[in-house]
């Protein structure tokens, strides 16, 4: 008996030492993550605000929902365009008007970099092209992804200034004749943060669904050639229901990082967004109300906010990578389902990880 | 099928199987030839198209580059006034002025950002993997729920809790310190997540058992054996974590106002003021721009191949 406790008692040493190597995970996590998050809740809650006129903060006073209150009411009448055209103008609140101008940009970004990237990774995988030199193309194209946002966003800033390369271009060419300011322009400054959006993520997006691709049994691609499948008739009716996992996690985890949306947009809109505030994202009204307005209170009921939106699309992402696992059949497979969950779904967690680490997502 | 029944009319139908006198079983099939024909064109076709569209795709990733790396060697008046390919022959001139500059400390700056980058990188890695270690190798009561809980709190962005953060930093007197940026990355679920993967693959039991009996301690299993194994995971998390950490923006410029604490992204969004002296010259400018992109790009280019490997490699494995 004595050899078998003394086992015993080892291995329970030897899982005390694995509790103290989570020990610097979870002190940082809950000291600079976890409590500053409280922290914003509790602001949510209280009048808390820089006033110009006394030159000093007032509060924090508890004041209940008042900031929510604000947040969703304060509004303006606001002008809306279509491709610069005035298409009319009534009331909006901020919070809606701000929202709608972060996805509207997101979309013109995303729409063009879900077909291009998908029509990339169609032609990288496919066989019978052969297509030279991938590696480095698929290097080239997902270098603007490692690009600092702030340098990029100013570099195109420069680029479509009014006297920059990009109108000179033009004017030589004949296509303009005078010189055109693209940053008084509501589509053209959308059209530049949407742009840089495109370039930074396609590369990123396509090396994504191309895995997908690659994870098709090649078999069915086979016998789909065999049957005399044209290539267009492969991808409606093989290739696309196929990806529609990784298409919906790709989706909202976009859709994630679009309400993120900050740095290209302050840098493009020169910190101010941009004409009648058509391209002023949620982040930067963030930005505004913490540094610029310095009124905390608003601030925090902001972040709850996003806190909430964020939440509900990251839980529909879970939710849609453990759903889309077919239930096998086996019992000792059935006792670590839990297990499998976690490991199946790596693709779309680790990616969707990745994308708000680099939008400045949790490491600070 | 249409076209197939079209053109076998008569004959033998498409897919079945002959046995010819001789013994062989032969599939026919619907005639080739033509078909063949129009297939090569036709794939020629779409070869063409598919490299088209790549150099367009291209050209539009290097062209802001490359109009970057000439528009440093230009001055100011070429510049604004005339576009052009080729390079300048004012690169070292923009450079002496960019660093001469009194309002505007981007060597200063550089040194901040690559501390800061370098620093949270290793504690990233480091304690990443510690972490990873933890949950993968030993078992302890709650190990599940703890597992649930890191990645329930992966997509939890920083900046709904950066005012929290940036009145904690106030009341502990730590704005215009490098540490606020570096410490929380020691907790950073998106590379614990990575590490575990790759733990999962890399890592037997066998070999912790086996260190075990020869006496080693869990601390020095860790350092001596696990730390080793991971290396190509540790690299590639080591690059993302540091260009994350570079091109950071948001709570760096929440937190850092003393000019000589700031770091490149904070120095380059100032340059969107048009007040900002530094916008008379604008070689100067695009010096800025580059030193704050082009480190990042060699890097890149000389570890593209594991980096695209890394990144795709998660992807591959579920």
Redesign the interface.
């Given at each position: 008996m004595k050899p078998l406790l003394r086992r015993h008692k080892n291995h329970i040493s030897?899982?005390?030492?694995?509790?103290?190597?989570?020990i610097?995970?979870?002190v940082?996590?809950i000291w600079?993550?976890l409590?500053?998050?409280?922290?914003?809740?509790?602001?949510a809650f209280e009048k808390y605000f820089y006033s110009t006129g006394k030159g000093s903060f007032i509060g924090p006073t508890f004041c209940g929902w008042d900031n929510f209150a604000y947040i969703f009411t304060n509004g303006a009448i606001r002008k809306y365009y279509f491709f610069d055209q005035s298409i009319g103008s009534w009331w909006m609140p901020d919070i809606a008007y701000y929202l709608a101008n972060t996805l509207i940009i997101w979309l013109m970004g995303f729409i063009p970099q879900i077909i291009?990237s998908l029509?990339?990774a169609i032609?990288f995988t496919d066989a019978?092209?052969k297509?030279k030199f991938t590696?480095f193309?698929?290097?080239?194209?997902?270098?603007?992804n490692?690009?600092?946002?702030?340098?990029?966003g100013?570099?195109?800033?420069?680029?479509f200034s009014s006297?920059g390369?990009v109108v000179?271009?033009l004017m030589?060419m004949g296509i303009l004749h005078e010189q055109f300011s693209f940053g008084d322009s509501e589509f053209w400054v959308r059209f530049i943060i949407a742009l840089i959006n495109f370039?930074m993520w396609?590369?990123?997006t396509t090396?994504?669904l191309?895995?997908?691709v690659?994870?098709i049994d090649e078999s069915i691609f086979e016998s789909a050639v065999v049957d005399?499948s044209s290539?267009h008739h492969t991808f409606w009716a093989i290739t696309f229901p196929l990806l529609k996992p990784i298409f919906i996690y790709v989706f909202i985890t976009s859709l994630?990082g679009g309400i993120?949306l900050?740095?290209v947009a302050?840098?493009v809109t020169?910190?101010g967004g941009g004409p009648n505030l058509t391209s002023l994202t949620v982040?930067s009204y963030?930005?505004m109300l913490?540094?610029k307005a310095k009124n905390?209170g608003q601030?925090?009921a902001l972040?709850?906010v996003?806190?909430f939106i964020?939440?509900a699309l990251?839980m529909s992402?879970?939710y849609v990578s453990i759903s889309q696992k077919n239930p096998e059949k086996g019992v000792a497979r059935e006792r670590r389902k839990?297990f499998r969950t976690?490991?199946?779904?790596?693709?779309?967690?680790?990616?969707?990880?990745?994308i708000?680490?680099?939008?400045?997502?949790?490491?600070? | 099928?249409k076209l197939?029944e079209k053109n076998n009319a008569g004959k033998t139908p498409v897919g079945s199987t002959n046995i010819s006198s001789n013994g062989c079983v032969s599939l026919t099939l619907?005639p080739r030839k033509k078909e063949r024909i129009s297939g090569t064109t036709q794939?020629i076709i779409?070869?063409i198209f598919?490299?088209i569209?790549?150099v367009i795709?291209?050209l539009?990733?290097?062209f802001?580059i490359w109009?970057?790396l000439v528009?440093m060697t230009r001055t100011h008046s070429q510049i604004?006034?005339?576009?052009s390919l080729w390079f300048g022959t004012h690169f070292a001139e923009n450079w002496s002025n960019v660093f001469a500059r009194t309002n505007i400390k981007l060597d200063k700056a550089l040194l901040n950002s690559l501390l800061i980058a370098f620093c949270?990188s290793v504690l990233?890695c480091y304690?990443?993997a510690?972490?990873a270690?933890?949950?993968q190798?030993?078992?302890?009561k709650g190990?599940?729920i703890?597992?649930?809980f890191i990645?329930l709190?992966?997509?939890?962005?920083?900046?709904?809790?950066?005012?929290?953060?940036?009145?904690?930093m106030n009341d502990m007197h730590a704005t215009n310190k490098f540490w606020?940026?570096i410490?929380?990355?020691?907790?950073?679920?998106?590379?614990?997540?990575?590490m575990k993967?790759y733990m999962?693959a890399v890592l037997p039991f066998e070999i912790i058992e086996a260190a075990?009996v020869d006496g080693a301690s869990?601390?020095s299993i860790?350092h001596i054996i696990v730390l080793p194994l991971m290396v190509p995971a540790l690299a590639v998390q080591f690059i993302?974590?540091f260009?994350?950490?570079?091109?950071?923006?948001?709570?760096p410029?929440?937190l850092l106002s003393k000019e000589d604490m700031q770091t490149?992204?904070i120095v380059?969004?100032k340059?969107?003021?048009?007040s900002n002296p530094i916008n008379f010259d604008?070689g100067q400018?695009?010096i800025a721009?580059g030193l704050?992109?082009i480190p990042?790009?060699i890097m890149?280019?000389i570890f593209?191949?594991f980096?695209?490997k890394g990144?795709?490699a998660?992807?591959?494995?579920?």
């Open positions: 030897y899982n005390f030492w694995g509790l103290i190597f989570l610097p995970f979870f940082i996590f600079l993550q409590v500053p998050l409280g922290r914003t809740f509790y602001y291009v029509a990339l032609w019978r092209l297509l590696r193309w698929k290097t080239v194209m997902y270098m603007p490692l690009i600092m946002a702030a340098a990029f100013m570099l195109f800033l420069m680029l006297d390369p000179q271009i030589s370039l396609f590369g990123n090396l994504l191309m895995s997908g690659m994870g005399g290539a994630i993120q900050f740095d302050w840098m020169r910190g982040m963030l930005y913490i540094n905390y601030a925090g972040s709850i996003m806190f964020t939440a990251s992402v879970f839990r976690y490991k199946d779904c790596d693709p779309t967690r680790l990616e969707m990880a990745r708000s680490h680099q939008q400045g997502g949790i490491s600070l | 099928m197939f619907a794939l779409r070869r598919v490299y569209v790549l795709l291209t539009m990733c290097l802001p109009i970057l528009n604004s006034t005339q576009f949270s990233t304690f990443s510690l972490t270690f933890s949950i190798i030993y078992n302890f190990k599940n703890i597992f649930t990645l709190i992966m997509m939890i962005p920083s900046q709904v809790g950066a005012l929290g953060f940036l009145q904690m606020p940026l410490l929380p990355a020691i907790a950073s679920p998106i590379v614990f997540f990575y993967q999962e075990r869990e601390f860790f993302f974590c260009v994350g950490s570079w091109n950071n923006l948001f709570i410029s929440l490149v992204p380059i969004s340059f969107t003021d048009t604008l400018v695009y721009i704050a992109i990042l790009v890149y280019l593209s191949r980096i695209i990144m795709t998660g992807a591959v494995k579920g």
